[in-house]
């Protein structure tokens, strides 16, 4: 099902800091929800891997549309204190994110 109605139904099923590890690779659009919500959902100490980071490397000149949305999320990571990330050249880039 969509994403974002899974992880409400884990946030109201009580599961909030319950999970070891989540990966986050749907429609890019929702990146940001997903995050804020894994975030919720993840233990101290688990991880966030977001998939597709670099977007194809238009995530540099991106001032619209999904590849945007990717964009302001990798700022938001770099000074977001709940966690500690790392950006893996894997791929199309692979954000790992620590929750503290």
């Given amino acids: ?38 975030l919720k959902l993840v233990r101290p100490g688990g991880l966030i891997l977001i998939d597709n980071a670099f977007m194809g490397n238009r995530v540099t000149t991106a001032t619209e549309g999904a590849s945007k949305i990717v ?9 977001d204190d709940r966690v500690d990330i790392s950006l893996l050249s894997i791929g199309d880039g692979l954000y790992l994110a620590c929750k503290r």
Avoid: H, V
């Avoid at 964009?71 to 000074?79: E, G, I, P, V």
């Fill in 1 to 38: 099902g969509p994403a974002k109605g899974s992880l409400d139904a884990l946030l109201a099923e009580d599961q909030a800091n319950t999970f070891d590890f989540a990966f986050i690779d749907a429609d890019k659009e929702g990146y940001p929800d997903y995050y804020e919500r894994s």
């Fill in 71 to 79: 964009r302001d999320l990798n700022a938001a990571l770099k000074t």
